[in-house]
C-alpha cells in the first residue's frame, strides 16, 4: 500500500487497493465482511488499511471455501458485541477455529481426490491386464458368467446403494448389460469397470454432468483403460485446483489476523479513553 496504514482512506482509495469497485465495497461492508468505515462530519466514508486487508481475506476465503462461507465467517467475526473485556481472545478463537476447518475440508477433498486417483489408477492396470500383449483386444473372450455382477454385488463391491445405481442408470452412468424379464440387472467387466470410474468421481465430489462428460469421453475413446486415463487428467487437475484454494486460505488467514490485530487495538484504545 502507499499510505500508511493509520491515514485514512476514501472509498475509491480502498476499491483501487483490494481491486473491488466502489459499489462492491459498500455493499460488502453492508453485508458486514468488512469491519463498518467511520464517518466523517461530512459524513464520508473513512477507511483505514485494515478495510483492504479484510477485502483481501474475504477474496482468500471466497477462493478456498466458497463467497458464501466466506461472507458468514467475516461477519460473525466483526459483529461480535463490543465492550465485553474477553471479547478479542473469544474473536480470534472463533476466527482460527473457523479458518481451520476450511483446512480441514479442503484436506478431506485432497484425500478423497487421490483415494479416487488411485482406484481410477487400480482399473487402468486391470483392464491392461485382461488383454494379453500379443492379443487383439478385439479378439478378446466375451465375458464368462462368473464374471458378471448382479446390482446387488456390484453395491456392495462399489460401497453403495442399489438405488444409487439405479440413479446412475437413470443418468446414463454405469448402464447394466441386462435387464431381464424380472427386472434383475447383469453387468459385465466392461460395465463393472466403468461403475467403478463413476463411483470414484463421485467420492471425490463431483457432480453429475462432469461425471457424464467423463463417461461419454470413456465410451469415445479405446477402452477402459484410456477412459480411467482421462478421468485422472480430471482429477490431476482438481488436485490442482484444491491446492491453489489451500494458498489462497493461507493468504486469507494472514490478512485476517492483521485485520482483527488493529481492530481490537482500536477498540481497546476506545475503552481506555472511556475510562
Excluded: K
Excluded at 467511520?38 to 482468500?60: F, M
Excluded at 483403460?225 to 491446492?243: K, N
Amino acid at each position: 500500500m502507499t499510505r500508511g496504514d493509520r491515514s485514512p482512506l476514501r472509498t475509491a482509495d480502498v476499491a483501487r487497493e483490494s481491486g473491488y469497485s466502489v459499489q462492491q465495497v459498500r455493499d460488502l461492508e453492508r453485508l458486514g465482511v468488512i469491519p463498518p468505515a467511520v464517518r466523517a462530519p461530512n459524513g464520508y466514508r473513512a477507511y483505514t488499511a485494515a478495510h483492504v486487508r479484510a477485502l483481501r481475506a474475504y477474496r482468500g476465503l471466497a477462493s478456498a471455501a466458497g463467497p458464501v462461507d466466506a461472507r458468514r465467517l467475516l461477519a460473525t467475526t466483526f459483529a461480535a458485541p463490543r465492550g465485553d473485556p474477553a471479547e478479542p481472545g473469544t474473536r480470534l478463537a472463533d476466527a482460527a477455529a473457523a479458518i481451520g476447518a476450511v483446512h480441514v475440508r479442503l484436506a478431506r477433498e485432497r484425500d478423497e481426490a487421490l483415494r479416487a486417483r488411485e482406484a481410477l489408477r487400480a482399473i487402468q492396470a486391470e483392464a491392461v491386464a485382461t488383454v494379453a500383449p500379443d492379443c487383439d483386444p478385439t479378439d478378446a473372450a466375451p465375458d464368462r458368467a462368473g464374471d458378471t455382477m448382479t446390482i446387488t454385488e456390484l453395491a456392495a463391491a462399489l460401497g453403495v446403494r442399489t438405488s444409487t445405481l439405479r440413479f446412475w442408470e437413470q443418468e446414463g452412468l454405469a448402464v447394466p448389460d441386462r435387464v431381464t424379464t424380472l427386472r434383475a440387472r447383469q453387468y459385465s467387466t466392461g460395465a463393472i469397470q466403468e461403475a467403478r470410474i463413476v463411483a470414484a468421481l463421485r467420492s471425490s465430489g463431483y457432480g453429475i454432468p462432469a461425471v457424464r462428460d467423463v463417461v461419454a469421453t470413456l465410451r469415445e475413446v479405446d477402452g477402459v483403460a484410456d477412459g480411467a486415463v482421462q478421468a485422472e487428467r480430471i482429477l490431476d487437475r482438481r488436485l490442482d485446483q484444491i491446492a491453489a484454494r489451500t494458498v489462497a486460505l493461507l493468504r486469507a488467514g494472514a490478512d485476517l489476523a492483521a485485520v482483527l490485530d488493529e481492530v481490537w487495538q482500536r477498540e481497546a484504545g476506545r475503552r481506555v479513553s472511556r475510562r
